[in-house]
């Protein structure tokens, strides 16, 4: 894989150029290992889509499956938006909070499961699928992170397109978590109903993000309706912006051969 960076100089100063490279050393190490390997992410990244759009943890009425499940389902993601950041080459700092993050999560799901089952007492901290603030945030960061590790590809391979893809699904892996975080503290929840299954916020963010627009559901607030037209222009100037470059370095690597 070639990578380079950028020449910045030309339209930087000197003293512009040197603090970015200071900065962009501090948050990258393009050097680390797991670089680049974005084929396994993509699988981890579908997983993940496709475990939120199916399962929702509300419905489950057995306590057992219902903590297994939402255990699950927090691993799984938790280690996909790790495995983001080592393949975008985040620099191991910044790594090893995130990897903290995942580890203190699973350790409290696990311990509020076990307070729930062994004891009469009723543990809701953990128990609610919908995410930390500081989960989402990483979430953010992520899909970020993945495409400023693309912008440093010089040929198109298939872990450049398998990158392309797993960022465009974090993408809205993010925004489901967003949407989640807002039901939890808007007044009549993200939608503006009683209960909302918590595999129609994957959906939803998912029908966003392509513009399908089928109507089912539509955000209440005019918080939640910034949130999702936000989604809705990101996802399509992703997709305008990395096909461009996609196309543009396969017509210089054909020029090049």
């Known amino acids: 894989m070639e990578a380079r960076e950028p020449d910045r100089s030309r339209s930087q100063g000197p003293a512009e150029v040197d603090l970015a490279h200071r900065a962009e050393r501090r948050l990258f190490d ?14 981890l990244t579908i997983a993940s889509v496709v475990a939120l759009s199916l399962i929702d943890l509300e419905s489950i009425d057995d306590d057992v499956v219902r903590g297994l499940t939402g255990l ?3 691993l799984t993601t938790g ?47 953990f128990e609610s699928y919908r995410p930390a603030h500081l989960w ?40 489901c978590y967003v949407f989640l975080s807002m039901d939890a503290v808007l007044d009549g929840g993200f939608f503006g109903l009683d209960a909302t299954p918590s595999h129609d916020f994957m959906y939803f963010s998912l029908v966003t993000m392509t513009t399908l627009g089928y109507g ?23 997709l305008v912006t990395l096909v461009a470059m996609v196309v543009g370095l396969l017509i210089q690597q054909r020029r090049d051969d």
Do not use: C, K
């Open 30 to 43: 393009d050097a680390s290992p797991g670089l680049d390997r974005f084929g396994i992410l993509l699988v």
């Open 72 to 74: 699950a389902l927090s």
């Open 79 to 125: 280690i996909t938006l790790v495995l983001a950041l080592r393949a975008a080459g985040v620099a191991p700092r910044w790594r090893r909070i995130s990897e903290a993050l995942v580890v203190l999560a699973t350790v409290t799901s696990v311990v509020a499961l076990a307070i729930g089952l062994t004891t009469d007492t009723e543990v809701t901290l």
């Open 136 to 175: 989402v945030a990483i979430a953010l960061v992520t899909p970020v992170a993945v495409v400023r590790r693309l912008l440093h590809h010089r040929r198109v391979t298939r872990q450049t397109l398998a990158g392309a893809v797993a960022a465009y699904l974090l993408i809205a892996l993010a925004f």
């Open 216 to 238: 089912d559901l539509v955000p209440a607030t005019p918080i939640g309706r910034l949130a999702s037209t936000s989604e809705a222009v990101i996802g399509q100037v992703y």
